[in-house]
């Protein structure tokens, strides 16, 4: 069983930063790519970041500049770091990771959120 656990989250003020954690365990062959989603209330979830296990990085347009993702492949734990953060982050973030169980058992793991709000 595979476990995604995040923490970090809450409420900042427009400009502030936050930094999430996303810690993966339980029974992990390997860990493929990381990403962080988030689901503003109303809206679809959406892509924030992702991270392969090579460290090679993607960011949505809307967060280029202020948000950064990194990962600890020996800790099996991705992060955001948020910076200047706006009103229009406000939403829940969820850490999602291609994670093989075994050498030829692979499959998408989702965390279970945290809420970060940002006040104007």
Do not use: H
């Amino acid at each position: 069983q595979v476990q995604l656990v995040e923490s970090g989250g809450g409420l900042v003020q427009a400009g502030g930063s936050l930094t999430l954690s996303c810690a993966a365990s339980g029974s992990i062959f390997s860990i493929l790519d990381m990403a962080w989603y988030r689901q503003a209330p109303g809206k679809q979830r959406e892509m924030v970041a992702t991270i392969t296990s090579g460290g090679s990085i993607s960011n949505a347009d809307s967060v280029k500049g202020r948000f950064t993702i990194s990962r600890d492949n020996a800790k099996n734990t991705v992060y955001l770091q948020m910076n200047s953060l706006k009103p229009e982050d406000t939403a829940v973030y969820y850490c999602k990771a291609d994670i093989l169980v075994t050498s030829y058992s692979r499959g998408y793991y989702w965390g279970q959120g945290t809420q970060v709000t940002v006040s104007s």
